[in-house]
């Protein structure tokens, strides 16, 4: 009798914009590798690029999820059990649906998790975000006692010499102080914002959007850096 082949679904992803791209990429071919030596049917691929393992609201990671009960695969495999969750609560949930559909979790580096493996290792995927988050806190709170910044790059602000460092854009900082000026002779937000478009002026995320300012009290209200 011919044994049909286990239909496997493919998670993977990677935490922040920070980090290499090819990520998913790579852990997809990892994957499939180890697939290929199993003689399973890869059926589908999930994948979360930027978002961390401890979110719950990753886009493919919920439709993984919402998919276990449909009976369109057998084992979900990912390179690491933290690739699918850094989260006890989310991989004890994760797994206790997967098991009851009859759906097995494999990992390359571990191979099948059981309900042991899944509480040791997710526990320590949590603790040590934990710990991530602690040095995080105390890094920030010595940078800004020392001076230097505590957030990332804010509209008037370009990047210093070192990490925390922030110096002032002279053209932003017009256009901070314009604003401000406008405002307080009465110029509605939309008669600010169109102006400065009309201009051609860039907007804060002019990279990353649409390059105009909004329409928004948000445009007057903004923050004014110090020595603005």
């Known amino acids: 009798m011919t ?9 993977a992803r990677y935490s922040t914009d920070l980090q290499n791209p090819n990520s998913v990429r790579d852990q997809i071919a990892s994957c ?3 697939a290929q030596t199993r003689d399973w049917w890869v059926v589908a691929e999930y994948a979360d690029e930027a978002m961390s393992g401890t ?3 990753r886009p493919d990671f919920l439709r993984l999820s919402a998919d276990l009960a449909a009976g369109r695969f057998d084992i979900v495999l990912a390179e690491s059990l933290d690739r699918i969750s ?5 991989t004890a949930e ?12 494999h990992t390359v580096d571990a191979g099948e998790s059981d309900k042991l493996r899944i509480g040791i290792t997710s526990t320590m995927a949590e603790m040590f975000i934990d710990n991530l988050r602690a040095k995080t806190r105390r890094g920030l709170k010595a940078r800004v006692e ?8 804010a509209y008037g ?9 922030l110096e002032i854009v002279p053209e932003e900082a017009e256009v901070i102080r314009r604003i401000f000026r406008d405002y307080a002779d009465g110029l509605s937000p939309v008669r600010i914002a169109a102006a400065l478009n009309a201009e051609g002026i860039p907007a804060p995320r002019a990279r990353a959007g649409s390059g105009h300012w909004n329409r928004t009290p948000s445009t007057a209200t903004a923050s004014a850096a110090p020595g603005f």
């Open 3 to 11: 044994r049909t082949p286990s239909r496997v679904t493919i998670y």
């Open 32 to 34: 499939r590798a180890l």
């Open 55 to 57: 979110r719950s609201d």
């Open 86 to 90: 850094r989260s006890m609560k989310d």
């Open 94 to 105: 994760f797994y206790a649906i997967a098991s009851f559909h009859g759906i097995g979790i």
């Open 146 to 153: 020392a001076g230097g910044s505590g957030g990332g790059r």
């Open 157 to 165: 602000y370009a990047g210093g010499t070192n990490i925390g460092d």
